[in-house]
């Protein structure tokens, strides 16, 4: 079991910058990997980023180039750098934290919203 509390959305222009915390309540490196996720209304859930225990990162394709995800190990943390917002990046972001059994944890999220 895990705890994770999202912070630091909030309303932004377009072409503006935001950065989103995680913080777990254990060892981010006791789960498989750290991801960050966003649902848009009327959308499906959609992987944002991924971090894995090895460190390695990955992208959906919309945001490579813009989207940094990083983690802090010593204060059980993840974070996801936003640069160059566009208005489809508004939404919902969760953090996730998938368990080597498969089980996967969520954040309450945190609203971001993109003003043109």
């Known amino acids: 079991q895990v705890q994770l509390v999202e912070s630091g959305g909030g309303l932004v222009q377009a072409g503006g910058s935001l950065r989103l915390s995680c913080a777990a309540s254990?060892?981010?490196?006791?789960?498989?990997?750290m991801g960050w996720y966003r649902q848009a209304p009327g959308k499906q859930r959609e992987l944002v980023a991924v971090?894995?225990?090895?460190?390695?990162?990955d992208y959906t394709e919309s945001v490579k180039g813009r989207f940094t995800a990083s983690r802090d190990i010593s204060k059980n943390a993840v974070y996801l750098q936003m640069n160059t917002l566009k208005s489809e990046d508004a939404g919902v972001y969760y953090c996730?934290?998938?368990?080597?059994?498969?089980?996967?944890?969520w954040g309450q999220g945190t609203q971001v919203t993109v003003s043109s």
């Open positions: 996730n934290a998938r368990a080597y059994s498969g089980i996967d944890f």
């Open positions: 254990r060892s981010i490196l006791s789960m498989r990997a």
């Open positions: 971090i894995t225990t090895g460190g390695n990162t």
